[in-house]
């Protein structure tokens, strides 16, 4: 069908996948479409001093880190130069090496190697010098003056109601210093905070990971559930209520969905009640998001198997988007597969055994340079956009558009293509851009593709 998966009409692009619930899709948008992708080129590009994070865009301001954080103008209106256009920071501030980021109601939170970080997203508060430097507002403890210290892990926080969820990094460490699979604070930095300068401690904290299990996946929320991926998925009460008990407060989960055969080494994405998750050597899951089909009964927490599952060439490392009634999945060898995202009809086998598996209503070519794929597809006013370490590519989101079908095979080609390669396929757009070697997750904002490339250190920004 052709329902439209959203996290609500959120402006710009300002957490990881777009907003908590890592959908991918931006509804907004209404400049790029099927009938201008071809036009776009590169307008401008963003210099940092490594390998850029992910792009995230809030009120006009373009927010990367790398071993600081960067807060630059996304329109290219103010600290840019003429062409080629190239822009340089509004305020820098200091971080650590960089873990995630996320955006929202006037802040701008980091984690890093030393912990958790809430900076003024305006670049105004506890900000000063020329050219401008930002302290932060809150910050968890790094030893210094006060502890424990915090260590997230390496996978991006999200807000929602006025909560940072952080993913912690496991380790044996102790609930509330990390070890938990999510540790909750307040956005705000007023409760479990106090001093000058500002240290916060979590609300509350879920239950750990084994030893030596650095937690790699970001955390999504929906209709008050926490869903995280590590190895199996996880299901948390949001509201730090249910299951939930101590001082300080530890949650266990609401249920668990049983992944077989596969790390997963990124967020769910959560749309129209249903969970999917990506792994990296058995493809593409799909659970019921309530914990309810497909699960046992009677045990306190209970165990869920997917509704439905689906192969691909060489799973999945990225987070699944979720647009107009299908689920779009990027394997490592660089093929885009695009699944019915709905719940199934009739599928073979009994009680929380019967699961069906799905094929792929279209698919890409694969890539032939042999590059790994790690990043995210985004989707946008009917296009879907995918990156190798080859280049960035636009198809038709609906699988219409540059498509041949051999069989009952349905392959596309490009739209719209570029970096240091063309793609394969019969796409007539080629872009123009500078050469690409990797990139994280894309995001699109105000008619304006950004992508970050690994190779050199920028920020690259198109537009038709």
């Known amino acids: 069908n052709g329902t439209l998966a959203t996290d609500g009409a959120l402006p710009g692009w300002p957490q990881l996948h777009y907003g908590p619930g890592r959908t991918g899709y931006q509804p907004n948008e209404t400049q790029i479409g099927t009938g201008n992708v071809r036009k776009l080129s590169q307008a401008r590009t963003y210099q940092t001093n490594s390998e850029p994070s992910a792009p995230l865009i809030a009120n006009g301001i373009l927010y990367v880190a790398t071993n600081q954080l960067y807060a630059f103008n996304a329109s290219g209106a103010t600290h840019c130069s003429a062409a080629p256009t190239t ?169 668990t969905g049983t992944i077989s055969n596969g790390s997963t080494y990124s967020a769910p994405a959560v749309a129209n009640g249903i969970v999917y998750v990506g792994a990296v050597n058995s493809g593409l899951y799909a659970f019921d998001a309530t914990g309810s089909t497909n699960c046992s009964t009677g045990a306190a927490v209970r165990t869920c198997a997917p509704l439905w599952i689906a192969t691909t060439s060489s799973g999945i490392e990225g987070t699944p988007a979720v647009a107009y009634g299908l689920v779009y999945a990027v394997s490592p060898d660089g093929v885009l597969s695009a699944f019915a995202a709905a719940r199934p009809g009739n599928c073979p086998g009994t009680g929380i055994a019967k699961t069906c598996a799905r094929a792929p209503l279209w698919t890409t070519a694969a890539d032939t340079g042999g590059y790994s794929v790690t990043s995210s597809p985004a989707v946008a006013n009917g296009v879907v956009f995918s990156s190798t370490n080859r280049g960035i590519f636009g198809y038709d989101a609906t699988g219409s558009l540059n498509c041949s079908v051999s069989g009952t095979a349905k392959t596309c080609a490009p739209l719209w293509s570029t970096g240091t390669g063309t793609g394969t396929g019969t796409g007539t757009g080629t872009g123009t851009g500078t050469g690409f070697s990797g990139a994280d997750s894309l995001a699109i904002a105000d008619g304006v593709l950004f992508i970050n490339n690994h190779g050199n250190g920028e920020i690259y920004a198109y537009s038709p």
């Open 87 to 255: 822009c340089t920071p509004l305020w820098t501030a200091p971080t650590a090496d960089f873990d995630g980021m996320a955006v929202t109601n006037g802040d701008v939170f980091v984690t890093d190697a030393e912990g958790v970080q809430a900076f003024d997203a305006a670049g105004s508060r506890n900000c000063s010098g020329t050219p401008k430097v930002c302290a932060p507002l809150w910050a968890t403890s790094t030893h210094y003056s006060t502890g424990p210290a915090f260590t997230p892990g390496s996978g991006s926080p999200v807000v929602t109601n006025g909560v940072l969820y952080v993913p912690g990094y496991g380790d044996g460490i102790a609930l509330s210093s990390g070890g938990a699979y999510v540790a909750a604070f307040d956005a705000a930095g007023s409760k479990g905070c106090a001093g000058s300068p500002v240290v916060c401690v979590p609300m509350w904290t879920t239950t750990g990971l084994p030893a030596s299990a650095d937690n790699t996946g970001s955390p999504a929320i929906a209709n008050g559930v926490i869903y995280i991926a590590n190895g199996s998925l996880y299901a948390f009460d949001a509201a730090g209520s249910e299951n939930c008990s101590g001082t300080p407060k530890v949650c266990a989960p609401l249920w």
